[in-house]
């Protein structure tokens, strides 16, 4: 297993320092890197990012002001000249707070502290998820301040409008404020895939596939090239065609 990982830094030397590492260590994998917080989360809303290396002095928005953006962050390595931030960035729950310039052995003693700890978290929602996902089959959505209740066997398909998205059902539409990885992870895995960076698609309400299109009824959901192998190996393994 890969974990994705981000660096944010408004120094290139820095960034291509970490960089550097990342590319040293097999588990991880690097989606992008910024020189500011505002260009990460954009990314943050479309990828579902494992890890952050993320520097504390950088215009326009700080890592800590960054951190406080975010409504559930991934584990967070902080990396920074400056030491005083240290017990600010440990309030927030980092998993790591490195002082430049950085050595090797001690990026790689945070990294694997950070794996341990994704590891520990994805199993205690993975083993939440499943007890739910027994006693449930529905969800509820908040959208135009009301609790909607949303049968999941309903949902043909989930499409990323930013910070938001949307639920398209055989009854209606509705858009709530959510990124589509977070929604992802409450949904089924065994009946969900997301076949694209912005669309997760019900696979047992498919009617065909064409190329790179899925149709479901009248509606149309693209398949990106990355993930056609793997949406492809996914309907196999459940046999539902």
Known sequence: MKYKC????????ARNLIKSYVKN???????????NAIDAANIITEQNIDLIFLDIQMPGLTGIEFIKTMKNPPAIILITAYENYAVEG???????????????????????KAIDSINSSKNINSADQSENNKEN???????NK?????????????ESLREYVQ??????????YQSIYKF??????????????????????????????????????PISRGQRESFLEFINSNKLF
């Open 146 to 158: 009301e609790l909607i209740k949303v049968a999941v066997k309903e949902i043909l398909y989930v």
């Open 167 to 176: 639920i398209v059902t055989n009854k209606q539409k509705l858009i709530t």
């Open 137 to 143: 089959d529905f969800i509820f959505v908040k959208t």
């Open 25 to 35: 260590i097999d588990k991880l994998e690097l989606i992008a890197e910024c020189e």
């Open 90 to 112: 440990f309030n927030l729950d980092v998993t790591d707070y490195l002082l430049k310039p950085v050595e090797f052995p001690r990026f790689l003693k945070a990294v694997t």
């Open 6 to 13: 981000l660096i944010i830094d408004d120094e290139q030397p």
């Open 184 to 221: 992802y992870e409450v949904l089924p895995q065994n009946i969900f895939f997301r076949c694209h960076r912005s669309f997760i698609v019900n696979v047992s309400v498919i009617d065909k596939v064409i190329g790179n299109l899925i149709f479901i009824g009248k509606h149309r959901v």
